[in-house]
């Protein structure tokens, strides 16, 4: 299966702009992409700084999709998605989540996005890297490049190793056009104590399809999805 999983450090860490410049980058050069996000929770919440739709908004933007399409699972409550259905009286079952996923991977090159980080459950005994390794996708990681990163990337990658996952890149981002000596640090730290292709995402300049597209030819997708 061609694809790539995307995850984070955490909650906001930049997850849902790196995955939407992904798709947008791959779309604009023609290789068939499809986006897919397991489930979307927070649609109750005003929309966050930075003007972005929601999630399964904002990747079918991206990917020329029906947002429908994107995310099967649509929650309000901004916590975790085994709560939020706990709460709507849902039950998930673990096995359609991943048929879920694989359903798309027919339609063209898989696009993934997380939910948070790699252990947020899902269920209530499967979290993300559950579905990450049932998947069988390379994995980036997205990170924010300030304080407290190196950590926080560290155990990511100490996390999705020791399951098994592939991870083919940490990316910073938004990395900033002139970062501080703390912030180049922290990118040399990753590498060399994560033993990690670190790559940096600079904040994308508009909201559209063509600057997320902009922004995401800065990665090296195609090799990341060759060597897959």
């Known amino acids: 299966m061609r ?7 955490d909650t906001g860490a930049g997850k849902s702009i790196l995955t939407a410049s992904l798709l947008a980058a791959m779309s604009a050069a023609g290789e068939p992409v499809v986006a897919h996000k397991p489930a979307v929770t927070g649609l109750d919440e005003p929309p966050g700084g ?3 739709p929601a999630d399964h908004e904002l990747l079918g ?10 995310s099967p699972l649509l929650f309000g409550p901004a916590v975790s998605p085994h709560l939020a259905a706990r709460l709507a009286g849902v039950t998930l ?8 996923a694989l359903g798309q991977a027919a339609r063209g090159t898989l696009v993934v996005e997380g939910i948070g980080g790699l252990l947020v459950p899902l269920t209530d005994e499967f979290t993300v890297r559950d579905l990450a390794v049932e ?3 390379p994995l980036l990681i997205a990170a924010r490049p300030g304080l407290g ?15 098994g996952l592939q991870v083919r890149a940490l990316v910073l981002t938004p990395w900033p056009q002139q970062p501080s000596e703390m912030e180049l640090s922290n990118r040399a730290a ?9 790559h940096t995402l600079p904040e994308v300049r508009g909201r559209s399809r063509a600057a997320l597209a902009i922004a995401g030819e800065e990665l090296p997708w ?6 897959g």
């Open 222 to 227: 195609r090799d990341w999805l060759a060597a």
């Open 190 to 198: 990753i590498a060399r104590l994560g033993a990690v292709d670190v």
């Open 135 to 137: 998947l069988k996708l």
């Open 149 to 163: 990163t190196i950590n926080h990337s560290l155990l990511a990658l100490e996390a999705a190793r020791s399951a």
């Open 3 to 9: 694809g790539l999983f995307i995850t984070g450090t």
């Open 93 to 100: 079952d673990p096995s359609r989540i991943v048929a879920g």
């Open 50 to 52: 930075g003007g972005w």
């Open 61 to 70: 933007l991206a990917a020329g999709m029906d947002p429908q399409d994107v």
